[in-house]
């Protein structure tokens, strides 16, 4: 069985967790969009490892883990996960973890023009500050450095050169920042090279034979997070919905049976943009302080909100999600009562389909009623209280789709499978 699974919010929803819990019954995990934005967090045993690259199912023994061709790669970034990895006395070697050629490299004048282009900004959209945005537009204005340049010697020394030629005047006129020396980011390059040319092999091929494998595709970021389907320009650079999982991947050899929708029992966003159900007041800092809402990658403090029912239906769609994974019901304890979105008015009149536009949108809300047991150490649906069943049957109503696990707590093993 392969399986997809995406955010269905604006990120953070917690699909680390859940490809780690995944993956026990796939062969293969591989990333296939986004880069070191990401921060997905699995938590073993009270340890919690963050991983911004590498798939989350790096942790279980015998998986093989790719990074494929959609993604963009920081190689400091990746070199650092892969020591961090090796310290915790986790397996990692070019035999369980394997990197597309074709995977695009994160430059620091990447990083810069990111910071640069956010200061400049009077619309500022909160990126990460990674670099992802320019890595991704030199790919596409074909200017880029992929993997197998940077480990061939000759062809990163060219690429490097002319980079610099258009970028350098750019940075020093435009931006005031001092230009790139060739020398000092060639040599660490190199570096880098060394360390990572191991991992890097055709997938293609390696892949074509290993087609009947069960692969997990992880995405990152989430659907409104889309270049194209999200809450554009406050979205990320690549395409986070589930369609682009076999082509950020290259295995088009590869059927999808099944897509899983990750989304949390409320909603939060990091960085800028329109969220109609966003809190300023209490309980969003309820959410904030019990779920704590701080980006795994900034360490930002995450905005928060009612669950917005009307967005989830439409990643639904855009996705084709099969079943919907809901975590962090625990969070939602003890509250008296809990609102969800089922409509949006847009300048007085209630509206019928998905607006182009959700800035002006405001939120239509029915109340249900909350529950005040801790659920965080309850592993049967069936213990579950009565008023939690309730909310996730009116998901499930709403949405026309069924909830098949529910995640209660930080922990590996805090999930619930729905039907027994
Ligand atoms: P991802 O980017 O989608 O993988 O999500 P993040 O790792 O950025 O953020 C999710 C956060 O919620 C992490 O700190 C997880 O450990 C935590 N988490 C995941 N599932 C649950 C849950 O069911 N309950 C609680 N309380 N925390 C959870
Ligand atoms: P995971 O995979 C939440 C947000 C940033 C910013 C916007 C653009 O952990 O769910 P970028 O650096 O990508 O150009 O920033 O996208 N963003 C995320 N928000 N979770 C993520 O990843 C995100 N990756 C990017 O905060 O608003
Ligand atoms: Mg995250």
New binding site residues.
């Given amino acids: 069985m392969n399986t997809v699974v995406v955010?269905l919010q604006w990120?953070?929803?917690?699909?680390?967790?859940?490809?780690d819990y995944l993956c026990r019954e796939k062969d293969v995990i591989v990333r296939f969009q986004g880069g070191n934005n990401?921060?997905?967090?699995?938590?073993i045993n009270g340890k919690?490892f963050?991983?911004h690259l590498i798939p989350?199912g790096i942790l279980r023994k015998g998986k093989i883990c790719v990074i494929g061709k959609g993604v963009v790669i920081d190689p400091q970034v990746l070199i650092d996960e892969i020591n961090y990895l090796k310290k915790q006395e986790i397996d990692v070697s070019p035999e369980n973890l394997k990197i597309s050629p074709f995977a695009h490299v994160i430059m620091p004048y990447h990083r810069i023009m990111d910071a640069c282009r956010e200061k400049q900004r009077i619309q500022k959209i909160g990126t990460t500050k990674r670099g992802i945005g320019p890595c991704y537009v030199d790919k596409i204005a074909r200017c880029g450095i992929r993997m197998a340049d940077l480990i061939n010697k000759e062809s990163f020394s060219l690429k490097l050169r002319d980079n610099l030629r258009e970028k350098n005047p750019l940075f020093e006129k435009v931006y005031g920042f001092k230009g790139f020396e060739f020398k000092e980011i060639f040599e660490q390059y190199q570096e880098f090279a060394r360390k990572l040319a191991p991992y890097v092999c055709d997938l293609v091929e390696f892949f074509w034979k290993k087609k009947n494998s069960n692969f997990l595709f992880e995405g990152?970021?989430?659907t409104f997070l889309d270049v194209d389907f999200g809450t554009y320009p406050f979205v990320t650079s690549s395409s986070t919905v589930s369609s682009n999982a076999l082509a950020g991947s290259g295995f088009s050899f590869v059927k999808v049976d099944q897509v899983l929708g990750?989304s949390?029992a409320y909603t939060t966003r990091v960085g800028e943009g329109p969220f109609p159900t966003e809190l300023k007041d209490d309980t969003g800092k309820y959410f904030q302080s019990?779920?704590?809402?701080f980006?795994?990658?900034t360490g930002r403090p995450r905005r928060c909100g009612w669950l917005d029912l009307v967005l989830l239906r439409r990643a639904k769609i855009l996705n084709n999600v099969k079943k919907i994974i809901l975590?962090?019901?625990?969070?939602l304890d003890g509250l008296e009562k809990i609102k969800v979105c089922i409509d949006y008015k847009i300048g007085g009149s209630l509206i019928k389909s998905f607006p182009f536009d959700l800035s002006g949108a405001v939120p239509v809300y029915e109340t249900l009623s909350g529950w005040n047991e801790n659920i965080?150490n309850v592993r049967n649906y069936k213990q579950l209280p009565q008023a939690a069943k309730k909310y996730i049957k009116r998901i499930e109503d709403y949405l026309e789709c069924e909830v098949e696990y529910?995640?209660?707590?930080?922990m590996r093993d805090?999930?619930i499978k729905k039907s027994v």
């Fill in positions: 955010g990120g953070d929803e917690g699909k680390g967790k859940i490809i990401a921060g997905h967090t699995v938590v919690k963050v991983f989350s990152a970021q989430g990750v949390k019990k779920g704590n809402e980006g795994a990658t975590t962090k019901l625990d969070v965080e529910v995640s209660v707590g930080q805090a999930i």
